[in-house]
């Protein structure tokens, strides 16, 4: 098994998955996943089949919105489900400091601090 598998990160993310469905498995992927193209050829599949986590600020809260890979989120649209004026992208410390991953590999589950989500 490859080293990454057992990293504090993967195994949190493992964990919250099991708790969903104890018969999941973490997949290590030899080539890059950094972006959603590039997941999409390395799991040979159409680009709209990968889930892109987006984190984003408010005043008060930071968000995870999960996004098709062939489609983009619009703030606009964001701001007017989340009834706030003021929504942004979180910056790559802010990302880092309430998930635990960097930008680019940050997994919709195992979250290092509660992330809210918004379900509509």
Do not use: W
Not at 35 to 52: F, H, P, R, W, Y
Request: charged share 35%.
């Amino acid at each position: 098994m490859n080293e990454i598998l057992n990293k504090r990160t993967i195994k949190r993310v493992e964990e919250s998955l099991k708790k969903f469905d104890a018969k999941i498995k973490i997949k290590f992927l030899e080539s890059s996943a950094r972006t959603a193209k590039d997941a999409a050829n390395s799991l040979n599949c159409e680009l709209g089949a990968i889930v892109k986590s987006l984190v984003f600020k408010t005043d008060k809260d930071f968000f995870i919105c999960l996004v098709a890979g062939d489609k983009r989120c619009s703030l606009n649209k964001l701001k007017r489900i989340l009834d706030k004026k003021d929504v942004c992208m979180a910056n790559a410390l802010q990302v880092k400091e309430n998930t635990g991953f960097s930008i680019g590999g940050v997994s919709p589950t195992g979250h290092k601090k509660k992330v809210r989500y918004n379900y509509r």
